[in-house]
């Protein structure tokens, strides 16, 4: 096994404008290049872009976003949402929606490489190293995974971390391209890809924020409309003083304002967890919101989707299906998790029966690959086709299955 895959040779740090253009050109000369962002999500609303590698020409530029702002950017984020030039990200959908965040522009030819990896029956989600060590035998020192990228000046360690972490993005890409014809599943991934081309990919969900609040699908029209209210407060609050909406206040003291709406300060200081400091700063509004809800028209109030809670016969059979998905995805070499989860699953189930709820997200397992390769086979099943289950003690594929 390799523990030095490189040396600093390979890297080269941006921190001005004139080494910038040279990297640009080094990009515009090309017509693929990996990028992967070191960014902390906990301290702000947006998270922190601390450094930006960029793999081009079998070199990596670490891009120093602290010293360089926004502006001098915006051509960086520009090839990025250039069609004629292939992306290679590892896990990228945090990195683009970044991207997307600071510069309004839709990135644009992505090649998702963890994805990849489930579709050659190298895992989902792998990691970066993880597939690096089993494709290439090279092993990637983890000493640097939690550390703070915002502080200046970075360590040697620290940047040979940043350096392998995009050093072989292009390799890894070659690699998986070649094992994705030879199946017959390049389109497959760049269809999935085409998800970070959509612009609805980026777009918050304004007003159903609430809808992932644990527990909320428990409580009532009205005390969903409170709890609904006090987490639109909860982002503004966050947004303007550039914290995560969790700073201002947690889900669990949301939860508890919404099942007991509160008619006073008191009763807010009654709730496990509010802090002093957020009680006397956040409970003049907190009430404000509180108070406007309560008054809205029943029919105004918001409402779980129905049928979001499945029944536990569609449970069942989602389960069921589950089993056979995770056979047939064994036999093809392809995570089952890229075709369907088990949430999927239970509205599969629903949709078949007639019984999908209007409302509801189209269900990829209807559509494309996923209904060629398992959705078919799934529909015949509940349907009522005969389904027989072996159990294979001595052999490599220890259950079959056969409709």
């Given amino acids: 096994m390799t523990d030095k895959v ?3 040779s390979s890297g080269k740090l941006i921190d001005n404008a004139a080494d910038l253009k040279e990297m640009l050109g080094s990009i515009e000369r090309s017509s693929i290049f990996g990028i992967d962002l070191e960014f902390i999500p906990e301290r702000s609303y947006y998270p922190l872009i601390c450094l930006i590698q960029v793999a081009v020409d079998k070199k990596v530029y670490l891009v120093d976003p602290i010293e360089l702002d926004n502006g001098h950017l915006n051509e960086l984020w520009q090839y990025v949402a250039d069609a004629s030039k292939i992306k290679v990200l590892h896990a990228g959908s945090q990195d683009l929606a970044i991207i997307n ?3 309004s522009l839709i990135p644009r030819n992505i090649f998702d490489t963890q994805l990849a990896a489930g579709f050659v029956g190298l895992g989902y989600p792998a990691g970066y190293g993880k597939l690096l060590n089993s494709i290439f035998d090279l092993s990637l020192s983890k000493t640097e995974s939690f550390t703070d990228w915002s502080l200046r000046p970075l360590t040697p360690s620290q940047i040979d971390y940043a350096i392998d972490d995009a050093l072989h993005l292009i390799d890894l890409y ?7 014809e030879k199946r017959e599943r390049l389109d497959w991934v760049l269809e999935e890809c085409k998800q970070y081309e959509d612009p609805s990919y980026y777009e918050k969900e304004s007003g159903r924020e609430f809808m992932k609040v644990k527990g909320a699908q428990s409580l009532t029209r009205r ?3 409170v709890l609904q209210s006090i987490c639109l407060w909860r982002d503004q609050e966050a947004r303007r003083i550039d914290k995560p909406p969790r700073f201002v206040l947690s889900d669990n003291i949301i939860l508890e304002l919404a099942k007991k709406p509160p008619q006073s300060q008191s009763d807010i200081g009654r709730i496990r967890g509010i802090k002093e400091g957020q009680l006397a700063g956040y409970s003049k509004n907190i ?4 108070s406007e809800a309560l008054a809205m028209k029943e029919s105004e109030c918001p409402q779980w989707p129905s049928g979001k809670v499945p029944s536990k016969a ?3 059979i989602a389960d069921v299906l589950y089993t056979v998905l995770k056979v047939r995805s064994q036999e093809i070499e392809i995570a089952p998790e ?3 989860t088990r949430d999927e699953l239970q509205r599969f189930v629903r949709a078949v029966k007639g019984a999908q709820e209007a409302d509801s997200e189209p269900l990829q397992l209807l559509e494309g690959w996923r209904y060629r390769l398992a959705g078919t086979e799934l529909e015949r099943i509940i349907g009522g086709a005969p389904l027989t ?3 294979n003690s001595s052999s490599q594929d220890p259950i079959s299955i056969n409709l």
Avoid: E, G, T
């Avoid at 070659?174 to 994705?180: A, F």
């Fill in 6 to 8: 490189h040396s600093q």
């Fill in 101 to 103: 965040q600071k510069s």
């Fill in 174 to 180: 070659q690699n998986l391209r070649n094992r994705l």
């Fill in 223 to 225: 005390k969903l409309a």
């Fill in 287 to 290: 009430l404000k919101v509180v």
């Fill in 314 to 316: 569609d449970v069942l």
């Fill in 338 to 340: 890229l075709i369907a």
């Fill in 389 to 391: 289950i072996k159990i």
